[in-house]
């Protein structure tokens, strides 16, 4: 479960040596379970060999250092492979990669099954190390590069709930394989399935056909060792002691490989946005840290009650079966990331809290440490499935491969981080509950911590309060009588779960708003062009804001185009809001560019544009639709605008003289034909060098105090002074906002002034 595979529809079977075209869809089923297949060894190898560990120093007389030393290296091993094997799957071709690491493997498990001591021993353990980790580096890569990105999710879901299943089956497969015997018989079974994966690898995998991208060697090495030296640091701390000198050394080579990582981060960054990466990778160690928290509490809660070897496991494999169907749940409902953690990381503080409360007796304690073990596995992995996904759809083809060991990586950190607590220490040697119980406290503490580090604030303080108020139900409830833990069982259960789904119902309201306001902006950015800061030889400024926040645009228009005749703008009010408002603001706007390059007399264009607003009228059987407009004309050798009012307010113009309002008669407004006869002839306004016109609508002038009085704009900007476009506007939009808490209406503003 600690990394994990699917059986979602994987890209149609390509002839060997042919490569596929990146990313396609209808590779066989069958490419699917044999990526499948060949990492769920990443999985099930190493919980058989942790069954049998007792076995083998008994077997071959193991010291006490060389357990040390074996687990030790195998981290270390293990992040140095997963990097290696994704780099080189990148460069050599993965199918290639793959078939050589199976090979190790299979080689590897086959030394197991034969060993004849402890060196011999030591030596197959460690090429299963390399092996397994390098064969799960190039299936995890395989999966992203052969399926599109839009079907991550899908395609992950299904593969991490195979591994979730793996999981549940060999916990419980440790009761019944702890022996030296049986270590060898499945170690030789191992290795002729490792073998018959190698030659279906050879002959059913596709290619991917990605060109590698170029990676900094330096920045890659230096990332491995720093990764590496911190998972060996955080498992010998507890061991050697953290003043070892041996541990101290490991400690002082971290800081030198940050710094080169970080310095070459500099030179040549990673094309993955940062945040997709922490949070990626915050999940992940999320789901070590808890995986391990799970394994190691659980049976120490239940000692007490007299459960046996083969239920307890059964009990801590829960886990397995929870994230199982977390996976399937994220593959069936299309989890985004930002839900998965919303609603997954308070299920997993559920389930941890509710081990607190673990009854005594038999039946009961099996019952509510499988629930707890479930609850924790589908809330970690709802979360990690849509991150993963999230991540390995935003790399590069030709880098999948080393950067899909981020994914275990960060995993294998969780799980180095919790090894290197006193309380999992204690945990392990058959401490008291106590102990257990702060192991899990701190898991749970993780979490929220794996909340912050994606952005999800909100999050945290549900996992916190959730945590807390178990917490305190634990102690007030259960600390007493044995006859109060049911309560205190239910109770804690319904905090979970109320905050829960409160924190998740906000989470999807946020998503809803976060929608809602991005269709919003798209369709204020197809109505309403961007005007340019510069066009013909003026200098521009523009301003929209809605009454309503969120809706993203209402009856108010504004628009400036370049046509033959000269610069052309554009700015009104339609009566009424609503869609029907925004409709005729399209309307008109798709009327006003289009005529606006076909008609050489500005007159003319207001007279076609009344007529276009009559038309629309008509159409619609709406007496009462009618549009105020302002048209602006400028050439850049005049130093003169020519305007046409139709019952818009007139502009105002900003000079050293102080501000003034423009005199422009006003015509009827567009909509009532009055235009149709006689053409209105432009007046002209002067525009010299250091004056700005502006230009806006009634919603700046009829904002209200909360004396109910008008906005003066006009005096505000004499208090304002001089300024370009840009300031002016700037200022209006501060100072309105300053003079009244509620917008009533829409507001535009065009600011202008000569270059």
């Known amino acids: 479960m600690a990394a994990s595979p699917t059986a979602a529809p994987f890209p149609a079977p390509v002839p060997p040596g042919v490569p596929s075209v990146p990313g396609r869809v209808g590779v066989g089923r069958s490419v699917g379970v044999l990526l499948a297949a060949a990492?769920?060894?990443?999985?099930?190898?190493?919980?058989?060999?942790?069954?049998?560990?007792?076995?083998?120093?008994?077997?071959?007389?193991?010291?006490?250092?060389?357990?040390?030393?074996?687990?030790?290296?195998?981290?270390?091993?293990?992040?140095?492979?997963?990097?290696?094997?994704?780099?080189?799957?990148d460069v050599r071709g993965r199918r290639r990669v793959l078939a050589w690491s199976l090979g190790v493997l299979a080689a590897g498990l086959a030394v197991e099954a034969v060993a004849f001591s402890d060196w011999s021993y030591l030596l197959g353990r460690a090429v299963?190390?390399?092996?397994?980790?390098?064969?799960?580096?190039?299936?995890?890569?395989?999966?992203?590069?052969?399926?599109?990105?839009?079907?991550?999710?899908?395609?992950?879901?299904?593969?991490?709930?195979?591994?979730?299943?793996?999981?549940?089956?060999?916990?419980?497969?440790?009761?019944?394989?702890?022996?030296?015997?049986?270590?060898r018989v499945s170690a030789a079974l191992g290795a002729l399935v490792a073998l018959g994966l190698l030659v279906l690898a050879l002959r059913r995998l596709p290619e991917a056909g990605d060109p590698p991208v170029p990676l900094d060697r330096v920045f890659l090495a230096a990332l491995a060792v720093a990764l590496a030296g911190a998972v060996t640091a955080l498992q010998v701390g507890p061991v050697w002691g953290w003043s070892d000198p041996r541990t101290l050394a490991l400690l002082a080579l971290l800081p030198a490989a940050a710094a080169v990582t970080a310095r070459r981060w500099r030179?040549?960054?990673?094309?993955?946005?940062?945040?997709?990466?922490?949070?990626?990778?915050?999940?992940?160690?999320?789901?070590?840290?808890?995986?391990?928290?799970?394994?190691?509490?659980?049976?120490?809660?239940?000692?007490?009650?007299?459960?046996?070897?083969?239920?307890?496991?059964?009990?801590?494999?829960?886990y397995g079966a929870?994230?199982?169907?977390?996976?399937?749940?994220?593959?069936?409902?299309?989890?985004?990331?930002?839900?998965?953690?919303?609603?997954?990381?308070?299920?997993?503080?559920?389930?941890?809290?509710?081990?607190?409360?673990?009854?005594?007796?038999?039946?009961?304690?099996?019952?509510?440490g499988t629930l707890s073990a479930l609850l924790?596995?589908?809330?970690?992995?709802?979360?990690?499935?849509?991150?993963?996904?999230?991540?390995?759809?935003?790399?590069?083809?030709?880098?999948?491969?080393?950067?899909?060991?981020?994914?275990?990586?960060?995993?294998?950190?969780?799980?180095?981080?919790?090894?290197?607590?006193?309380?999992?220490?204690?945990?392990?040697?058959?401490?008291?509950?106590?102990?257990?119980?702060?192991?899990?406290?701190?898991?749970?503490?993780?979490?929220?911590?794996?909340?912050?580090?994606?952005?999800?604030?909100?999050?945290?303080?549900?996992?916190?309060?959730?945590?807390?108020?178990?917490?305190?139900?634990?102690?007030v409830l259960a600390g007493a009588e044995l006859a109060q833990r049911p309560l205190a069982q239910g109770a804690a259960l319904a905090v979970g779960v109320v905050t829960g789904l409160a924190v998740w119902g906000r989470r999807q309201r946020g998503e809803r708003l976060a929608a809602s306001r991005a269709s919003a902006s798209a369709l204020q950015a197809a109505v309403l062009h961007p005007v340019p800061e510069r066009l013909g030889g003026l200098r521009l400024a523009s301003r929209y804001q809605p009454a309503t926040a969120g809706t993203g645009i209402g009856g108010d228009f504004l628009?400036?185009?370049?046509?033959?005749?000269?610069?052309?703008?554009?700015?009104?009010?339609?009566?009424?809001?609503?869609?029907?408002?925004?409709?005729t603001v399209t309307d008109l706007l798709g009327c006003f560019r289009s005529q606006a390059h076909e008609t050489a007399d500005l007159g003319e264009l207001a007279a076609r544009l009344d007529r276009h607003t009559a038309r629309s009228a008509a159409a619609r059987d709406d007496q009462e639709l009618f549009a105020t407009a302002l048209l602006l004309q400028h050439r850049a050798a005049d130093g003169y605008v020519e305007v046409v009012n139709c019952g818009h307010l007139a502009p105002l113009a900003?000079?050293?003289?102080?501000?003034?309002?423009?005199?422009?008669p006003a015509l009827l407004p567009l909509g009532f034909g009055a235009l149709g006869g006689d053409v209105p002839v432009p007046g002209r306004v002067p525009l010299p060098a250091g004056e700005a016109l502006l230009l806006y609508t009634d919603g700046l002038t009829e904002a209200r105090n909360a004396s109910r009085e008008f906005y003066p704009a006009a005096e505000r900007l004499s208090a304002f002074g001089a300024g370009g476009p840009a300031a002016v506007l700037s200022f209006l939009e501060r100072d309105v906002r300053d003079w009244s808490h509620h917008l009533a209406d829409d507001i535009a503003l065009i600011a202008l002034a000569p270059e």
């Open 128 to 183: 299963v190390l390399v092996g397994v980790s390098a064969s799960f580096a190039g299936c995890l890569a395989s999966v992203a590069a052969l399926n599109p990105p839009g079907r991550m999710p899908q395609v992950l879901g299904g593969w991490l709930a195979v591994m979730s299943a793996a999981f549940f089956g060999a916990a419980n497969l440790i009761p019944r394989a702890p022996s030296m015997p049986g270590l």
């Open 559 to 583: 628009e400036a185009v370049q046509t033959p005749h000269g610069t052309r703008l554009l700015i009104g009010d339609v009566r009424g809001k609503g869609l029907q408002a925004v409709q």
């Open 376 to 475: 924790t596995g589908v809330g970690v992995m709802m979360a990690q499935v849509p991150q993963m996904a999230w991540f390995l759809s935003a790399l590069p083809r030709g880098r999948l491969g080393t950067a899909a060991a981020f994914h275990p990586v960060s995993v294998l950190l969780g799980t180095a981080a919790a090894q290197s607590l006193p309380a999992t220490s204690a945990v392990s040697l058959g401490a008291s509950g106590r102990q257990a119980e702060n192991l899990l406290w701190v898991a749970a503490a993780v979490v929220a911590a794996g909340a912050l580090i994606a952005g999800l604030p909100g999050v945290v303080l549900g996992v916190v309060g959730a945590a807390a108020a178990e917490w305190l139900l634990v102690r």
């Open 654 to 664: 900003l000079g050293p003289a102080g501000v003034r309002e423009v005199a422009a």
């Open 39 to 89: 990492a769920v060894f990443y999985v099930v190898s190493p919980v058989l060999q942790g069954a049998a560990l007792p076995a083998v120093r008994v077997r071959f007389g193991l010291s006490e250092q060389q357990v040390v030393g074996m687990k030790v290296g195998g981290g270390a091993l293990m992040v140095l492979s997963l990097f290696a094997a994704g780099r080189a799957g």
């Open 267 to 318: 030179l040549r960054p990673f094309p993955v946005p940062p945040r997709i990466t922490t949070m990626a990778l915050a999940t992940g160690v999320a789901v070590g840290f808890t995986q391990l928290a799970v394994l190691l509490a659980l049976p120490v809660l239940t000692a007490a009650s007299g459960l046996g070897a083969a239920p307890t496991a059964l009990m801590v494999s829960a």
């Open 322 to 368: 929870g994230g199982a169907a977390g996976c399937l749940l994220v593959r069936e409902r299309r989890v985004s990331p930002v839900t998965g953690c919303s609603l997954g990381l308070p299920l997993a503080v559920i389930g941890l809290a509710l081990c607190h409360v673990l009854p005594m007796h038999g039946a009961a304690g099996m019952l509510l």
